[in-house]
């Protein structure tokens, strides 16, 4: 049965007889994906990594990647298979008492070069998958691991749905997760005993117990205001001395407030009445897009500053309103989304690698929609995708908007996205790229190198909708935007009357 849980005004669905989940919970990943914990990943399937290589823990006394176990249990080698044991009585309080949130426990080799084994929840023995049992003041009572896996530096694979689990010295991690809902009626615990069964043993080794902790702490709820908070539903936002460009899409040649739009044929308008694909209108009209089955590009919409202002700035904010339609999947690829750039039709863009000198870009990016049994399952991540001066490879970096969790977006609700971008001063790494996802900062990054000349200006607004990469759209797919505004300041959510 499906569970619903609520973070940040998102609304996330987990199945498979999942309990509720955390969005900054690592994931155990799934049998047809390797989207679960990894050496570099908490979540590989969001995008989310461990601030440390091989994952984040605290100790005993609050250290990060420190060296004080809750609990150490000797394993010695004898080749039998054998239980082994933790008084974990300390952690499991404080996570009861609300001290720390309950992100799981780290196993990890505190002395020893042995590798040992462990049976998981997938063993086929479920007499073997891993227990913790908890005693209280009223009773007394088992509970089994609701996720398990370890992390290995041998491989990028995710591990979750292995049979076993793997401790060593400095190369494999165990992390295993219990859900303390279900021991609720116990009262204060008085005991805790963490319970593994090891088949094999490589070597004698002294495992310790640490508690996870990664994430995001972020998690401010007020948004931040700006230039629309002065102008209820937007209206007269545009004569702002600050606003350069906005539109609601409201006028039947809505095409002529920009400088190229289309394509034609899949793109238009929608009116409030449509019920088309969970449409709800932010206000009146929006653009609707469309990638048909087969397609790639879907939205490819310029403002061109030069042409409509008679310049090019440095820096600039854009803030467009976005909603997901109810056909909304991503199932094979990623792909592009409007955002801002400076290509002059040279480089930055479909694999022409800039080098500083002859064009960027930062447009938005979508990722693969998050598969059941994640903790932002049903989620499409997004973020920025950007050729720039320093960049790697021949196509653009990803950078997903994953502060706070920001930048997960679910069907069949308007988004408030605005992004601020700065170029930098030539040749140094002073520019800026930032992301807001209702009011709430998203991403950051103040060390951009967009450029090496100031021949290079920012030249457009690209309202992009693309699938790929190279792999065609498996069905049709829709977007709807609104209220588009550019401006030389930070603008906001849109005020609404109260």
Known sequence: MSQVFFFFGVVVSFGCGSVMADPSDWAEGTKEHNDGANREHYN??????????????????????????????????????KPVRWDVTTLANEWDKGTHPNQGMFLRV??????????????????????LELTGENGTVILNAVADTFLTKSTFRCQGQSPELRVSAEAENLLVRFDFEQASDIGTITNATLLLHSPEQFGSASIGVFRCNQGDTDVSTSPVLGIAAKYENDRGIAKDPDVIFATGFEQADWESEWTQAGPDGKVDTVDPDTGFKGFIPLQGRALRSRIPKGGFTALNTLYKFDE???????????????????????????????????????????????????????????????????????????????????????????????????????TNRWYTIEQHCRLNTPGEKDGILRAWVDGHLAFEKTDMRFRMTDELKIEQIWMNLYHGGITASPHDQHIFIDNVVIAKKYIGPMATAP
């Open 308 to 410: 409509q202002i008679g310049s090019e700035p440095e820096e600039i904010y854009f803030r467009y309103h976005l909603r997901l339609a109810d056909d909304w999947n991503q199932t094979v690829q990623g792909g592009k989304l409007p955002g801002i750039s400076g290509t002059y039709g040279r480089a930055g863009w479909g694999g022409r690698k800039s080098d500083g000198t002859d064009g960027w870009s930062a447009r938005g990016l979508f990722q693969k929609t998050i598969p059941a049994c994640n903790p932002l399952a049903g989620t499409t991540p997004v973020g920025f995708y950007c050729y720039h001066a320093d960049m790697k490879g021949t196509y653009g970096s990803h950078w997903v908007w994953s502060q706070g969790y920001r930048g997960y977006l679910t």
């Open 110 to 131: 505190v002395e020893g070069a042995g590798r040992t084994s462990f049976a998981s929840r997938e063993n086929t023995d479920k007499n073997l998958s891993p227990k």
């Open 44 to 81: 590989q399937a969001a995008s989310l990594r461990w601030a440390h290589f091989m994952g984040d823990w605290c100790d005993e006394e609050g250290i990060e990647q420190g060296e004080a176990a809750y609990a150490i249990a000797e394993v010695s080698d004898t080749d039998t298979l």
